[in-house]
């Protein structure tokens, strides 16, 4: 958002809010089957999701200029990969595998300048990452595997945000405040239970592959007569 006013006692106000939602449910689920084969068998279910979001606030007047920019960012997934109450007849490797990769890319800047009188910006960015993943093996008996199994269990998430606020003012007083709240949530589970596999190897994995934050907050302000700027990340 934006707004302008020139005039010598003008003033300008402008927000922005900016909400942003994705929610993802993927299974790939194998359940009271019978199967044979004899090569590998594999069963996989991938979530893959990017959110990226810009917002801004923009103020300027011949008086007082006012920004105030919002945003929040959600990103919710389930992913399972589940063999249940199955026999099977294999004669390869069994592969089970769940992988989820996150991604939110989160700018959100204010600013409020005037002339002559006050000027103030403030800023909020909040961006969550909610991930479950299940690769799991139940009840499912192999009569024939002399291959390797493997259970994997995945997660790749990552958060980058930007919060800016900048308030000025030539004559007056400036503020400039910002605020980022940042979070993943990751439940990653991997199981085999009451299972019978006459395999070569067994593999049950659960992993975190990256669950990284990157943030910065800024809050500026400049002013003739006060100036306070803050930021919390």
């Known amino acids: 958002g934006g707004a302008g006013a020139t005039g010598n006692d003008?003033?300008?106000?402008s927000g922005s809010v900016s909400v942003?939602?994705?929610?993802?449910?993927?299974?790939?689920?194998?359940?009271?089957?019978?199967l044979t084969l004899t090569g590998a068998?594999?069963?996989?279910?991938?979530?893959?999701?990017?959110l990226i979001a810009i917002g801004g606030a923009f103020s300027i007047a011949g008086k007082s200029g006012i920004g105030a920019a919002i945003a929040y960012n959600d990103v919710t997934t389930t992913t399972e990969s589940?063999?249940?109450?199955?026999?099977?007849?294999?004669g390869g490797d069994i592969s089970i595998m769940a992988n989820n990769y996150s991604r939110i890319i989160a700018i959100?800047?204010?600013?409020?300048?005037?002339?002559?009188?006050?000027?103030?910006?403030?800023?909020?960015s909040i961006n969550i990452i909610d991930n479950t993943i299940e690769a799991?093996?139940?009840?499912t008996t192999d009569t024939v595997n002399t291959g390797a199994v493997s259970v994997v269990a995945e997660n790749d998430a990552s958060i980058f945000s930007i919060a800016g606020a900048l308030g000025i003012s030539l004559k007056g007083s400036g503020l400039g405040a910002a605020f980022a709240?940042?979070?993943i949530d990751s439940d990653v589970l991997a199981k085999i239970e009451n299972s019978t596999l006459p395999a070569s190897s067994v593999t049950v994995r659960a992993e975190v592959k990256d669950a990284e934050i990157w943030t910065l907050s800024i809050g500026a302000a400049g002013g003739k007569k006060t100036s306070i700027a803050g930021s919390v990340s």
Do not use: C, F, H, P
Not at 10 to 13: E, N
Not at 82 to 90: A, D, G, Q, R
Not at 136 to 139: C, G, H, L
């Open 20 to 34: 942003n939602k994705i929610t993802r449910t993927n299974k790939a689920n194998m359940e009271s089957a019978t």
């Open 82 to 90: 589940k063999m249940l109450s199955t026999t099977l007849n294999v």
């Open 41 to 50: 068998l594999t069963q996989t279910a991938t979530t893959s999701v990017s």
């Open 108 to 124: 959100t800047i204010s600013l409020g300048a005037g002339a002559k009188g006050n000027a103030a910006a403030g800023t909020v």
């Open 181 to 183: 709240w940042n979070e």
């Open 10 to 13: 003008g003033y300008a106000i």
């Open 136 to 139: 799991a093996m139940d009840s």
